[in-house]
């Protein structure tokens, strides 16, 4: 997973390859700088990975965060709500349209760690 992570003014920003685009939108809108919350979350994923817990669900404003022990999954709030979506075009994926995405625990861990040193540098 290829990530980059720059500021805009004060406001930290992260920017992931497209497949995993949603999770840097996630990063940079629900997560932000509060390390509080990310220290929280990285722990709770940790935990997971250690058999502590089962899963672990989290409702923000734009998106749900769903962690398994072997997996991450994020998905826009309008995917719940949307009823209408339409995919026309077969070959497209719900990742075209930035509704979804996903990754293994051991990257969004490794992701969480690296945005963790980044906003508190």
């Known amino acids: 997973m290829d990530y980059e992570f720059w500021f805009e003014g004060n406001k930290p920003v992260a920017r992931l390859d497209e497949e995993h685009s949603l ?3 996630w990063l940079t809108d629900e997560i932000g700088d509060d390390l509080k ?5 990285i722990t709770t994923a940790e935990l997971l990975q250690s058999g502590g817990l089962r899963d672990y669900r989290w409702q923000g404003k734009e ?8 997996e991450v999954d ?3 709030n309008a995917l719940m709500f949307d009823e209408d ?3 026309e075009d077969e070959s497209l994926t ?3 349209y930035d ?3 996903g990754c293994g625990l051991e990257d ?3 992701l969480m760690q690296a945005w963790k040193e980044f906003i508190a540098s």
């Open 94 to 96: 719900l990742h075209d």
């Open 85 to 87: 979506l339409d995919l």
């Open 74 to 76: 994020i998905s826009s």
């Open 108 to 110: 969004f861990i490794e």
């Open 37 to 41: 919350h990310l220290r929280a979350l």
């Open 63 to 70: 998106t749900i965060l769903q962690i398994t022990q072997h």
């Open 99 to 101: 509704l979804t995405a």
């Open 23 to 25: 999770i840097g939108n």
